[in-house]
Structure formats: structure tokens, C-alpha cells
């Protein structure tokens, strides 16, 4: 990243200045530098207001948006994803209108309003399949199928994995993928399932592990032990359970 900011300076192409400052944005997120992070990501947003592309302020709203989210900053983040909205609908990219809808439900999501959140996914669900746009009308729906399953709905949980299944076709080795399995895992635990609910689990940690995504590899560790705990086995819990606080 230093490499292409010499180059940029040099070049003095606010375009790519933003783009090199917004890559330390991300790199400095990565180490949990939270100051850093922020600093840089602020930068990038100056230069791509001076830049002559469409895009570069919208590429930075997205990354200020994933820093402050990874940073727990559930409030900043949203405020920067609206905006980036904002951004993505005077440009018309509607795909970028349904990603952002989509990170909003998820914040939604994690305070726990559903409804709210619910509504969010049915807007980001219109616009993914008018735009024929497979891979976001499968992140939509397993985020459905996890808003069915906080509310107790299995039933409602099973109809939106089953709208996964042929949409996810041409994913096999993607973290969509696998997080859909996960999703279906958690159905399979409340069904009392449990065998194939942790063939299903170990599967998708192997999957985790090729894509080298540590996050869903603890994820996956922390169903399994609550697939242990369900059975009652207190030591096979335990182990997972440190497994997935590890990572």
C-alpha cells in the first residue's frame, strides 16, 4: 500500500491517492488500529471528492462503513452506509443500493429489530432480482431465514434457505455458501437433528478453513458447541466453545 501512495503522490492523481489511502484505511482496520484506520479512511474521502470518478467516493463510504462496523461504531456505520446510498442513487448503480440496503438490514439486525430489518431485506430483494443479481438474492434470503429463526419461525426459516438452494449453485466454494449452511445448521439443531446438523458443521468449518475465514470458522465452532450443549455431552461444548473464542 506505501508502494502505490508513492506513486500516486508522484503522479498526483486524486483518484488513486484515494484509492491508496483508503487500502491503509483497510490495512490499518486489520490491525485494530482504530485511530489510524479512521484517519486514513478520512483522507481517501477528501481526494475522492477532488477526483474526477464516479465511483471513488462511494468505494470510500464503503469502507467507512465496514471500519466503523468493525470497530462496533453500529450507529456511525449506518449513518455512512445511508449516505453511501445516497451516493450509489445519484450514480443509478443499483447494485450498490442493494448492498448498502442490505448492510443497513444487518445492523438492524444485530439491535435486534426485525421488522425493521425484515423491511430493509424485502427493498434489497426487489432490487437484486430486477437486476437479475443471483448472488445478493441469496444473501437476502438467508438474512430472512436468521430473522425467521430469532423470531422462532422455523417453518419461515426452511422457505427462504430453500429459495438459497438454486441461487448458490455456482458458489460451491464461497463464504455466501457456507454461511447458508450455517443458517441451515442452526434449523437442523432446533429440529433435534443433531447428526446431520454436525456432518453439515464440520463440512462448512473444512469449507472455512480453504477460504482461510477465520470469523466463519468461529461461528462454526460456536454451534457445534451449542450443538453439544443441547446433547448434554458438557466437555465436548467446552471444547468448542474455546475453539471459537480463540479465532
Request: net charge neutral.
Amino acid at each position: 500500500s506505501r508502494l502505490h501512495f508513492n506513486e500516486a503522490k508522484i503522479n498526483g492523481n486524486n483518484d488513486d491517492l484515494s484509492t491508496s489511502y483508503r487500502i491503509m484505511a483497510k490495512a490499518f482496520m486489520n490491525l485494530n488500529f482504530k485511530d489510524s484506520s479512521l484517519v486514513y479512511a478520512n483522507l481517501s474521502l477528501n481526494y475522492a471528492r477532488r477526483s474526477d470518478s464516479e465511483d471513488a467516493v462511494l468505494q470510500t463510504f464503503k469502507t467507512q462503513s465496514e471500519i466503523f462496523n468493525h470497530f462496533g461504531m453500529i450507529g456511525q456505520s449506518t449513518s455512512v452506509l445511508i449516505k453511501f446510498i445516497d451516493e450509489a442513487e445519484k450514480i443509478r448503480d443499483d447494485k450498490s443500493i442493494c448492498w448498502g440496503t442490505i448492510q443497513i438490514a444487518h445492523k438492524s439486525f444485530q439491535i435486534r429489530y426485525y421488522n425493521e430489518a425484515k423491511t430493509y431485506l424485502r427493498k434489497a430483494l426487489s432490487l437484486a432480482e430486477k437486476n437479475r443479481a443471483t448472488f445478493y438474492s441469496s444473501m437476502i434470503h438467508r438474512g430472512l431465514a436468521e430473522i425467521s429463526l430469532a423470531l422462532e419461525d422455523i417453518d419461515e426459516a426452511k422457505y427462504h434457505l430453500e429459495l438459497c438452494k438454486p441461487l448458490i449453485e455456482t458458489l460451491e466454494q464461497s463464504t455466501n455458501n457456507s454461511l447458508i449452511k450455517l443458517t441451515n445448521a442452526k434449523v437442523l439443531i432446533l429440529e433435534n437433528l443433531y447428526n446431520e446438523a454436525r456432518n453439515q458443521l464440520e463440512e462448512t468449518v473444512n469449507q472455512f478453513e480453504l477460504l482461510h475465514d477465520h470469523e466463519g470458522k468461529a461461528k462454526a465452532f460456536n454451534l457445534l458447541g451449542q450443538l453439544f450443549f443441547k446433547k448434554q455431552q458438557w466437555k465436548n461444548s467446552e471444547e468448542y466453545y474455546k475453539k471459537s473464542m480463540v479465532l
